[in-house]
Nanobody, 117 residues
């Protein structure tokens, strides 16, 4: 089992920045992939960004150039630096982890990000 705990959400004005953190514990060997998803009210959960052990990174088109995902050298924590935030970025952001992009069953409880106009 893997436990994921997010932090760093909050309220920010449009154009501002936030940094999300996700700390993993438990079976770290099962976290080859760590990433972030988000879910806005009335919408489906969607991938924001993910990093694969070994260096490969995927970003959703809507965050390219604004958000940066990184993982610490130990591998226990993944970060999401969010710049140039827009009101449409408002959502609950969830940390996700797993052994592969096809099998990532572990989820955090989520952290709210609210961007005001």
């Amino acid at each position: 089992q893997v436990q994921l705990v997010e932090s760093g959400g909050g309220l920010v004005q449009a154009g501002g920045s936030l940094r999300l953190s996700c700390a993993a514990s438990g079976r770290i060997s099962s976290t080859n992939v760590m990433g972030w998803y988000r879910q806005a009210p009335g919408k489906q959960r969607e991938l924001v960004a993910r990093v694969i052990r070994g260096g490969s990174i995927n970003y959703a088109d809507f965050v390219k150039g604004r958000f940066t995902i990184s993982r610490d050298n130990v591998g226990n924590t993944v970060y999401l630096q969010m710049n140039s935030l827009k009101p449409e970025d408002t959502a609950v952001y969830y940390c996700n982890a797993g052994e592969s992009t096809r099998y990532s069953p572990y989820w955090g409880r989520g952290t709210q990000v609210t961007v005001s106009p």
